[in-house]
């Protein structure tokens, strides 16, 4: 996991304000309610932190959700149930889901 993007880069034009706000030294300072501006931090935890293509087991999602908010179980249900992350139905593989290439590819 250690190869991966930190989720303090720069995050894409949106028109809403910046996902760098989200965050201070490196972590989340809070989940935002409104649903624009948490799809927003989604999408952008989506693209730094997992690489399209590459499995993931839970352990490993957890892990790399640990690195930027404490309430790690609560994003990791925000990204499979917003499409960002895919898992098998056993749970035991989990991969960048269709919405997270959906919008890395507009």
């Known amino acids: 996991m250690s190869n991966l993007p930190q989720p303090t ?3 894409r034009a949106t028109g809403l304000p ?5 965050f201070r030294d490196g972590r989340i300072v809070a989940v935002p309610r409104k649903a624009a501006r948490r799809e927003q931090l989604l999408d952008h935890l989506a693209d730094t932190l997992f690489e399209p293509g590459l499995a993931y087991r839970e352990s490993e999602v957890n892990d790399a959700l640990r690195t930027v908010h404490d309430d790690f179980p609560a994003l990791r249900r925000y990204l499979i149930e917003g499409g960002w992350l895919s898992r098998t139905k056993d749970g035991s593989s989990y991969r960048r889901g269709s919405r997270g ?3 890395q590819a507009g």
């Open 9 to 11: 880069d720069a995050p």
């Open 18 to 22: 910046q996902v760098a706000d989200l």
């Open 101 to 103: 290439a959906d919008l």
